[in-house]
């Protein structure tokens, strides 16, 4: 299983940014999926995860109201759309899926991780 990400960039705070995810070999319809984010300097951060066959979601208190995680089961994606994004939002953000797990919990054991995406929120 491969995961392959896609977006992030530049964007002036207040904007918006959309990445998305997709895995090769399998599809990310029947799994767990998060969007984990790195800055440097700071430790790994969880900032959304998305269940599979049941609406649990959960975000991280420093995104709520402002991201949205969901999938889109035409191109069978996993999206995280940010929007009026921030300066601390900067970093490396990474989708990653537990292949055992269907809903998200502090149980879950993410062990297949995307490339990663920079995405640089600054004016």
């Known amino acids: 299983l491969q995961i392959v990400q896609s977006g992030g960039g530049s964007v002036q705070p207040g904007g918006s940014l959309t990445l998305s995810c997709a895995a090769s070999?399998?599809?990310?319809?029947?799994?767990?999926v998060a969007w984990f984010r790195q800055a440097p300097g700071k430790e790994r951060e969880e900032v959304a995860c998305i269940s599979s066959g049941v609406p649990r979601i959960n975000y991280a208190d420093s995104v709520k109201g402002r991201f949205t995680i969901g999938r889109d089961n035409i191109k069978k994606t996993v999206y995280l759309r940010m929007d009026d994004l921030k300066p601390e939002d900067t970093a490396v953000y990474y989708c990653?899926?537990?292949?055992?797990?269907?809903?998200?919990?502090?149980?879950?054991?993410?062990?297949?991780w995307g490339q990663g995406s920079q995405v640089t929120v600054s004016s």
């Open positions: 070999g399998r599809t990310l319809d029947l799994y767990v």
């Open positions: 990653t899926t537990d292949v055992d797990r269907f809903i998200c919990s502090p149980e879950v054991e993410y062990d297949y």
